[in-house]
Each structure stands twice: as structure tokens, then as C-alpha cells.
Nanobody
Framework: QSQLKESGGGSVEPGGSLRLSCAAY????????LGWLLQAPGHPREGVSA???????TYADSVKDRFTISKDVDKNTIYLDMTKIEPEDSATYYC??????????????????WGQGTLVTVSS
């Protein structure tokens, strides 16, 4: 069972904003790279963003300048602030961890741990 739990999904209109949260249990987020994946129906999981243990962040091209990843070490939680949301952002969003942030964003097929997901639905 994953030690990651997502929340914050819901319905949003195009152009709107949403904040997703991911709480990590049983381990300290500062020891790992944590990030977000998305999966639309009928499609494989895609990397969205990740935050390195020492702070730098990385993003998929499709969400650059729209999404922001951050973390609160005291709360052992990471966030994904989604702005300028587009219909193509509709998906289930999963929180994940790895030792390598590049794997999260560029090679998510190699990941072995993610949460149960939170659904984001974009519609007008």
C-alpha cells in the first residue's frame, strides 16, 4: 500500500485554478524526489512535475508556466498549484516518489509507487 495520499481534485472551468496536495506517510519527503503524474482515460501515465530533495523543480513542457510544484517539509506534504487550466488537463493526478526526479517527469513507466490519485475534471 502506498504511503502517499492525494487530495484536492475536483471540477474546474477552463482558465481556472486548483491546488492538489499530497501527504507522505512513513518517510520524510526531504530524502526523496517527489512529484506528480497524470493519467487520462485510455492513456498511459505521464510525468507532470517533480521537486528535488534539495529544492529545485522540474516540469513537463505541457505545464510549464501554468503549474507550480512546492513542498512543505514540516507538513511532509507536496502541492501542485494548477493555473490557466485547460481541458487537456482533465485526468487523474497521482503523487509519486523516486530517487531521481528525471524518472518522474520523463520516464514514469519505471516508477513503482504512487498514491490512489485525485480526479481533476475540466469543463465549462
Amino acid at each position: 500500500q502506498s504511503q502517499l495520499k492525494e487530495s484536492g481534485g475536483g471540477s474546474v472551468e477552463p482558465g481556472g485554478s486548483l491546488r492538489l496536495s499530497c501527504a507522505a506517510y512513513a518517510y520524510a519527503i526531504n530524502n526523496y524526489c517527489l512529484g506528480w503524474l497524470l493519467q487520462a482515460p485510455g492513456h498511459p501515465r505521464e510525468g507532470v512535475s517533480a521537486v528535488y530533495s534539495n529544492g529545485p523543480t522540474t516540469y513537463a513542457d505541457s505545464v510549464k508556466d501554468r503549474f507550480t510544484i512546492s513542498k512543505d517539509v514540516d507538513k511532509n506534504t507536496i502541492y501542485l498549484d494548477m493555473t490557466k487550466i485547460e481541458p487537456e488537463d482533465s485526468a487523474t493526478y497521482y503523487c509519486t516518489s523516486d530517487l531521481n526526479c528525471a524518472v518522474i517527469v520523463h520516464s514514469p513507466m519505471w516508477l513503482e509507487d504512487w498514491g490512489q490519485g485525485t480526479l481533476v475534471t475540466v469543463s465549462s
